[in-house]
C-alpha cells in the first residue's frame, strides 16, 4: 500500500518512527507529513533514513518542501491509499472534523478520497472532554477508523487514557482498514476457536498439547480483514489479536460453554482449535504425591465442540472443520466431514511434526463435492488469508446457487 503517516505534536511523535519502519519493512510505501509542532519532536531526516522516500511538511525549512507547493496537497491526497494520523493531537481532529485546511497535513486529510485512520494521543483531560469527543465521534461518522489510546501513566505524568495505541496494534488497523471487504462474510459474526485447551490434573499438572493457537490468530486476524465480526474462543497463552472480541478459556468444557453462548448469533464456525479428547476423570483439589510402583491415570472424553454446535446449526450456519492427522489424512478428513456434518474440513498433514508451531503450512479443503486444491506452503498469515478467499468464493457460489433456485 501507499500510506500517508502524518505526525503531529506530541510526545508520542518518537513512536511514529518506529511505526514508519514497521511499515516499510512490511513492503509498504511510506511517506510522512510533519506538522511544525510534529517537526519540534522529530526530524524528517530520521523518517526519510527509515522509509527511503520524502516527508514532508508545512514549514519549508523542516521537511523536503517541493517545487510547486501549490498543489503538492492534491498529488500527495491522490497518491495515498491510506492516510493515518499518529500521534493525532486535539488539534488535528478539531481541524478536520470542521473541514478546516490550515498546513499541509490538514490540507491532505481534506484533500484525499483514501481511508483516514486515526491514532489520537493527548493528556486524559484533554481525550475526555466533550469537545474532542464529538469530534472524534464526527469524523467516525464520515467513516475515518480509530486506534483507541490506551491507559497508563502519560507523559504530563498524570494517569488515564490518552496514551498512544502501541505500535502494532496502529499496524494491524492498517492492516484491516487496508483490506477490501467481502460481501459474503462483511458484517456477518464469525465463530473461531483455537489453540490447545488445558485439562488440570492437579493445581500444577495439567494434560494438553503442542499446539500453539498461531494458526486460528491468523484466521481471526483475516476473517477481520475482510470485514467479519469475529470472535475467538482461545485456549493457549499467545496473545489476543487486535479488533477481534476474545474470550480466554483452558479446558474442553470452558470452550464448549464459550461457544455455545455465542453460536445462535453467529453466521459460521471455524474450528481450528486442538481441543483434548480427554480429560482426568477426577482432578485433585491438592497437588498429587508419587507412589511407588506403576500409575495410571483415568480418562473420560472430554466434549466434542464442533460435533456439538454443528448438530445445533441452523440451515443458514456454516460449519468448517480442521483435521491434523499423520496417515491416511485425507479419508480420515472424508469421515469427519460426513459424521459431524460440516460444510468443509481443511486436511493438515502432520507427518514428521508438520503443522504444529511451523512457520509454512499446506491445507487441503475439503468439501461434500470433493477435494479442492491445496492451498500453500504458505506462512500461517498468508494461508489464512487464503483460506478466507477460498471460503467466501464458496460462499458466493452457494448464495447464487440459491437464487437460481428461487428464480426458475
Ligand atoms: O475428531 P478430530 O479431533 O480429529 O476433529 C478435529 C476437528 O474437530 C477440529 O476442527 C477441532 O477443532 C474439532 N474438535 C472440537 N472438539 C473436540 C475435538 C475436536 O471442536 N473435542
Redesign the pocket.
Known amino acids: 500500500m501507499q500510506i500517508i503517516l502524518g505526525i503531529t505534536g506530541g510526545v508520542a511523535a518518537y513512536k511514529s518512527a518506529e511505526l514508519a519502519r514497521l511499515l516499510a519493512n512490511q513492503g509498504h510505501r511510506v511517506r510522512c507529513i510533519l506538522t511544525e509542532a510534529g517537526a519540534r519532536f522529530i526530524t524528517p531526516l530520521t523518517l526519510t533514513s527509515l522509509t527511503g522516500e520524502p516527508c514532508y511538511g508545512s514549514n519549508p525549512d523542516q521537511g523536503e518542501w517541493r517545487a510547486n507547493p501549490s498543489i503538492e496537497h492534491i498529488e500527495l491526497a491522490r497518491w495515498a491509499d491510506l492516510v493515518v494520523v499518529a500521534p493525532a493531537t486535539a488539534n488535528m481532529l478539531g481541524k478536520t472534523a470542521n473541514g478546516l485546511a490550515t498546513d499541509l497535513l490538514s490540507t491532505v486529510l481534506l484533500a484525499t478520497r483514501a481511508q483516514v485512520l486515526w491514532a489520537p494521543a493527548m493528556n486524559s483531560g484533554m481525550w475526555e472532554n466533550p469537545a474532542v469527543q464529538a469530534n472524534m465521534a464526527r469524523l467516525l461518522s464520515f467513516g475515518h477508523g480509530i486506534v483507541e489510546p490506551g491507559e497508563g501513566v502519560l507523559a504530563c505524568g498524570e494517569e488515564g487514557t490518552g496514551k498512544l495505541a502501541d505500535v502494532a496494534s496502529i499496524a494491524e488497523a492498517i492492516r484491516f482498514h487496508g483490506t477490501p471487504k467481502l460481501r459474503s462474510l462483511n458484517g456477518r459474526k464469525v465463530l473461531i ?1 483455537s489453540g490447545p485447551t488445558r485439562e488440570d490434573l492437579d493445581p500444577v499438572r495439567t494434560l494438553t498439547n503442542r499446539s500453539t493457537g498461531a494458526m486460528g490468530i491468523e484466521l481471526a486476524r483475516a476473517f477481520r480483514d475482510v470485514g467479519a465480526r469475529v470472535q475467538l474462543v482461545l485456549g493457549g497463552d499467545l496473545p489476543a489479536p487486535w479488533g477481534v472480541e476474545t474470550v480466554r478459556v483452558r479446558s ?1 468444557q470452558q470452550m464448549l460453554q464459550a461457544c455455545e453462548a455465542r453460536w445462535a448469533d453467529s453466521a459460521g464456525l471455524v ?7 480427554q480429560r482426568p476423570e477426577a482432578p485433585a483439589p491438592e497437588k498429587v504425591k508419587k507412589v511407588q510402583g506403576p500409575e495410571s491415570l483415568a480418562l473420560v472424553r ?6 456439538t454446535l454443528s448438530s445445533s446449526r441452523r440451515s443458514d450456519q456454516w460449519v468448517l ?5 499423520s496417515q491416511n489424512h485425507l479419508e480420515q478428513a472424508l469421515s ?1 466431514l460426513k459424521a ?1 456434518g460440516l460444510d468443509a474440513v481443511l486436511v493438515n498433514d502432520v507427518q514428521g511434526g508438520r503443522a504444529f508451531g511451523a512457520q509454512v503450512n499446506t491445507l487441503t479443503p475439503l468439501t461434500h463435492q470433493g477435494q479442492h486444491p491445496s492451498l500453500g506452503p504458505l506462512s500461517k498469515d498468508r494461508l489464512a488469508q487464503e483460506v478466507v478467499q477460498w471460503w467466501a468464493r464458496q460462499l458466493e457460489i452457494r448464495e447464487n446457487a440459491q437464487l437460481q433456485v428461487i428464480q426458475p
Do not use: N, Q, R, S
Open positions: 476457536t474442553a474450528a481450528a482449535a486442538a481441543v483434548a479428547d472430554t466434549p466434542d465442540i464442533l460435533a472443520g480442521f483435521a491434523a492427522e469427519k459431524k
